[in-house]
C-alpha cells in the first residue's frame, strides 16, 4: 500500500455507496474499520451506536420504513456476528441492509492474530449476497471495481429478492490518514472514478404474467362467492395496495379479511373490511356456513392461527395465493401461486373482469355471500365491546390497541410487536376508513431488535410513531433503548406489562392444568422487573400509568413533546382469560347473526 491509499479507498468506497442509493450510515465505533467510519461520516448522515445488535435493527428499522437500504459497520472479529438476527428477518421480509464488516489482512488469518475470524460468507443462506473488498490495490482495475461493487451491493439489498447483503473490507495497519504530498501515482485514476461516480445499475421492472392474470381472472368468474385474505404486507405498499385491492373487489365482488398488518384494515374508504375473522373462525358451524368457493391470499401468511386451521384442514376452502415476490403456502395445497407485483397483478385482473364482468347470477350469489360475512362482523365487534365494557378503572390488554388507534385517528404509524400485542391488535381493533400505517417484523416473527428497529424508522418518517410492545420484548431490545434515545423524538414506546410471555397462556400448553406450574416457570417467566431505571440510564422520558385516562394522557403528552418516552402500562392480571371469553363471543354472536339471517 502507498501513502494514503487506504483512505481514498475507503472514501470512494463510501461515495460510491451514495451514488447506489444508501441513504444511512450506521456505525459501531472499532478500530479496523477506522477508514471506512472516517469516509461514511464525510458523505451520509451517521448515527453511532455501540451495540452492533441494536446497530443493525437501527437500520433494519430505517429500510423498512423507508426502502432505502442503510449501511451497518463494525470492526472485525466477532462485532459483525451481532448482525444475524438482523440479516434473518431482513431476508424474510424483504428489507434492503448492506452490511459491511471491517477485516484483518489475509496474511493474520489463521495465525490466532487478535480479532480476526472467518468472515467470508459469514450470514450463509441469510444474505442475498457476499462481496470481498479485498485490500486497498493500486492497480487500476482494482480501484474501478471499488465503484462496481459498492453499486451491485446496493442494487443485490433491492434486486433480485430484498435482503441483507454483505460486504467484507480488509484494511492493513496504518488504519488512519497519513501524510501525504499527493503525488502518488494512482491519484489521477481514483480522481477520474471518483468524478465519474458509481455505475448506475438499472434492474428490469417486474411486470405481471398475462397467463396469471387471466387465470386469475377466470378461477373469479368460476366462483363468485370468494374471499380475500390480506396478510402482512409492507407500509410502504399501502397507497397502491389500497387502490387495487378496492378495485379488484369492486369488480369481482369478493369479500375482503384483512389483518392490521396488511395496511389494508385502515384507509379503504369504499370497501367494508372483515376484521373479526380469527374469531369469527373459531366457530366450526360458522366455518361451514361461509365456506368461499375460491379464497385468494395476498401477502405473506396471514397471523390468525383459526386461518391457517381452516386451510389445513379437511374441509379447507380452495385457494390461489399471491405472496409478491417469493412463494408462502406454509398450509399447502394451493391450487396456484402468482408470484410478482401484487397491487399490479389485482389491477390487471380488475380490468380483465370489468371487460367481461360476471353475470346477474354470479354477482348475485357474491352480494348474498358478502351479506353473511358482513352480518357476523358486525355482532361479532357488538359482542365484543358489550363484554369488554367501559374503558375505564384499572387498565386491561383489551383496552390498549383500540385506545393506540384512537389517537393516531388522524395519521400516523404504528409500529406493533410479535406476540401477543399483533393479535390484541386483530382481536381488539375494527376496520375503518382513516388510513394508518402498520410497521410488523413479522419477516421470521421474532421479538429481536423491535425497540432498535422501531427507532430506525423514527428517523426517516414524519408524523406521529408509536410502538406497542411487550414487557418480554422490550427487556429482550433493551439495548434498542440507547438508539431510541439516538433517533429522538417524538417518539412513544408503549410496553404492556403483564410479567411475562403471556401468550403460552393462551396456548394448549397453557390450558393444560397439568402444566400450568411448567408453563408459568419455563415459558411465562415472570421477572417482577419495573423500566424506571432503564428510561433513566438511556436518557428518556417515562411514565408508569395503570388506568386507561392516564395512558391516553401519556401517550398524547409524548407525542406532543420533543424527546422519545417509555411509557409502562401495567396491566390487570387475568388478561389471557379475559382474551378467550372476547372471543368465544364474538364467535357466538357471529354464528347466531348468520344463522338467523339463514
Known sequence: ????????????????????????????????????????????PVTVLHDERV???????????????????????????????????AREAGIPLL???????????????????????????????????????????????VARIAAQAVLATRWPLAGAVHVNARFRKPLEPQPTDRSEPWRPKLAAIARAGAPRLFPPKPAPDPEAVAHLAEAVRANPRGLMVAGPLPALDAPALRKAVARFLAASGYTLLAEATSQLRFGLEAVRPIGAFDALLRAPELRNLLRPELAIEIGAPAVSA??????????????????????????????????????????????????????FDAASAASHYAAGWQAAEAAAW????????????????????????????????????????????DHDVPPDAAPLE?????????????????????????GPLVLLTGDVALLHDA???????????????????????????????????????????LFVASHGRAFDGLAATFGLGYARVDTAEALRDAVAAALAGDRPVLI???????GSATRAALLGAMAKAGTAAVSAAK
Open 1 to 44: 500500500m502507498s501513502g494514503d491509499l487506504h483512505t481514498e479507498w475507503a472514501r470512494l468506497f463510501a461515495a460510491s455507496l451514495k451514488d447506489s442509493g444508501v441513504g444511512h450510515a450506521v456505525i459501531s465505533p472499532g478500530s479496523r474499520s477506522t477508514p471506512l467510519a472516517l469516509a461514511l461520516a464525510r458523505v451520509l
Open 55 to 89: 446497530a443493525a435493527f437501527f437500520a433494519l428499522g430505517q429500510g423498512r420504513a423507508s426502502g432505502r437500504p442503510s449501511v451497518v459497520l463494525a470492526t472485525s472479529g466477532t462485532a459483525p456476528g451481532h448482525w444475524l438476527p438482523a440479516a434473518m428477518e
Open 99 to 145: 452490511l459491511v464488516s471491517a477485516d484483518r489482512p489475509w496474511e493474520v488469518q489463521e495465525a490466532q492474530a487478535s480479532q480476526t475470524v472467518d468472515q467470508i460468507r459469514l450470514f450463509g443462506p441469510h444474505a442475498r449476497a457476499f462481496f470481498d473488498l479485498g485490500l486497498p490495490d493500486a492497480h487500476p482495475a482494482a480501484l474501478a471495481a
Open 306 to 359: 383459526q386461518w391457517l386451521a381452516w386451510i389445513s384442514g379437511a374441509g379447507a376452502p380452495p385457494r390461489i395465493v399471491l405472496p409478491g415476490d417469493r412463494p408462502a403456502d406454509p398450509a399447502g395445497g394451493a391450487s396456484a401461486m402468482l408470484l410478482g407485483p401484487i397491487a399490479a397483478l389485482l389491477e390487471a385482473a380488475a380490468s380483465d373482469l370489468e371487460a367481461a364482468p360476471p353475470g
Open 382 to 425: 357488538a359482542a365484543r365491546n358489550a363484554a369488554a365494557g367501559p374503558q375505564d378503572g384499572p387498565l386491561r390488554e383489551h383496552y390498549v390497541a383500540p385506545m393506540l388507534r384512537s389517537i393516531l385517528q388522524h395519521g400516523g404509524t404504528l409500529m406493533v410487536g410479535n406476540s401477543n400485542p399483533i393479535r390484541d391488535l
Open 438 to 462: 402498520i410497521l410488523h417484523q413479522r419477516g421470521a416473527a421474532g421479538i429481536d431488535g423491535l425497540v432498535s428497529g422501531t427507532a430506525g424508522a423514527r428517523t426517516v418518517l414524519d
Open 479 to 521: 439495548g434498542g433503548l440507547a438508539a431510541a434515545a439516538a433517533a429522538g423524538g417524538p417518539l412513544v414506546l408503549v410496553a404492556v406489562h403483564n410479567d411475562g410471555g403471556r401468550i403460552f397462556e393462551r396456548l394448549p400448553l397453557g390450558r393444560d392444568a397439568a402444566l400450568a406450574e411448567d408453563c408459568e416457570t
Open 568 to 574: 409502562e402500562a401495567r396491566v390487570v392480571a387475568g
